[in-house]
């Protein structure tokens, strides 16, 4: 039976203190803990609470067991949690772009999927700067279909607005992520109506709908160290009509 917790740590829990107690997490392998539907943490920056819906009691308790040797370590005692048993739950339209959410979330506590998943978010609400929060500096990207790689923030940027600026509606949608470990591997379609220029093409108005394939490599803590991106440029230029489909059964 899914349940909510509330939690007031004692002393009073300050912003970098929630980030030590995520980094320890993180170490210990319960940074995206099995059976936790939704953490969120609110308060002041001198003065956090914490609220979670968890799946099962059982998966909790695992998950207490890591980390209330952590808050005691950290000087910290949980106190005793005030429980409930969920008796509904709604999702509101704003829910639609999580990257509002995740941005408040240390990325030990979202997980490589959830880091993944909030930077696809931020490119659907064209958030651009939010998508590459967990970049590093250095971070190098490549486009296999077209053979280009970008370095750092900014090139990603320009690379997003390119696809933006050819399908204005573009959207990721339908995504699966795997999360490996330090690889977050995601299969989505991209959408999107060509109403601007693709490079040198001009627009055409068609719908492109075609499948691709993300893989982001991460570092230790968390952050994106490199990407690929895999799709078929045949497909997109047959959906626009700028080329005829292949013949097929011929010998």
Same mark, same amino acid.
């Not at 600026?165 to 795997?178: G, K, L, N, Q, S």
């Not at 999107?192 to 709908?209: C, K, S």
């Given at each position: 039976?899914?349940? !909510?917790? *509330? #939690?007031?740590?004692?002393?009073?829990?300050?912003?970098?203190?929630?980030?030590?107690?995520?980094? *320890? =997490?993180? &170490?210990?392998?319960?940074?995206?803990?099995?059976? =936790?539907?939704?953490?969120?943490?609110?308060?002041?920056?001198?003065? =956090?609470? #914490?609220?979670?819906?968890?799946?099962?009691?059982?998966?909790?308790?695992?998950?207490?067991?890591?980390? #209330?040797?952590? =808050?005691?370590? +950290?000087?910290?005692?949980?106190?005793?949690?005030?429980?409930?048993? +969920?008796?509904?739950?709604?999702?509101?339209?704003a829910a639609k772009n999580t990257a509002a959410m995740s941005s408040a979330m240390p990325a030990s506590r979202m997980g490589l999927d959830g880091i993944h998943r909030a930077a696809h978010a931020a490119f659907n609400g064209r958030d651009l700067h939010e998508a590459v929060r967990h970049f590093r500096p250095d971070t190098e990207y490549t486009d296999h279909a077209r053979g280009l790689t970008t370095k750092g923030p900014a090139e990603f940027i320009d690379w997003m607005q390119g696809w933006?600026?050819?399908?204005?509606?573009?959207?990721?949608?339908?995504?699966?992520?795997? %999360?490996?470990?330090?690889?977050? #591997?995601?299969?989505?379609?991209? *959408?999107?109506?060509?109403?601007?220029?693709?490079?040198? +093409?001009?627009?055409?108005?068609? *719908?492109?709908?075609?499948?691709?394939?993300?893989? +982001?490599?991460? %570092?230790?803590?968390?952050?994106?160290?490199?990407?690929?991106?895999?799709?078929?440029?045949?497909?997109?230029?047959? &959906?626009?009509?700028?080329?005829?489909?292949?013949?097929?059964?011929? !010998?």
């Amino acid at each position: 039976m899914a349940f !909510v917790i *509330r #939690v007031n740590p004692t002393p009073a829990m300050t912003a970098e203190a929630y980030e030590q107690v995520g980094m *320890r =997490l993180e &170490q210990a392998g319960a940074g995206n803990p099995p059976g =936790l539907i939704y953490h969120t943490c609110y308060g002041t920056r001198d003065d =956090l609470h #914490v609220f979670d819906v968890w799946d099962n009691r059982e998966d909790f308790d695992r998950f207490s067991a890591t980390i #209330v040797p952590i =808050l005691q370590e +950290l000087g910290f005692s949980s106190g005793p949690p005030e429980m409930y048993e +969920l008796h509904d739950s709604a999702m509101g339209s704003a829910a639609k772009n999580t990257a509002a959410m995740s941005s408040a979330m240390p990325a030990s506590r979202m997980g490589l999927d959830g880091i993944h998943r909030a930077a696809h978010a931020a490119f659907n609400g064209r958030d651009l700067h939010e998508a590459v929060r967990h970049f590093r500096p250095d971070t190098e990207y490549t486009d296999h279909a077209r053979g280009l790689t970008t370095k750092g923030p900014a090139e990603f940027i320009d690379w997003m607005q390119g696809w933006i600026d050819a399908f204005p509606d573009a959207t990721v949608e339908e995504a699966r992520y795997i %999360d490996s470990g330090d690889h977050c #591997v995601a299969t989505f379609q991209g *959408r999107g109506t060509n109403n601007g220029p693709m490079g040198n +093409l001009p627009p055409t108005g068609h *719908r492109m709908d075609i499948g691709m394939c993300e893989v +982001l490599r991460f %570092d230790s803590s968390g952050r994106i160290a490199g990407g690929d991106m895999y799709y078929d440029t045949m497909s997109i230029m047959v &959906q626009l009509g700028h080329m005829q489909p292949p013949m097929t059964g011929s !010998v």
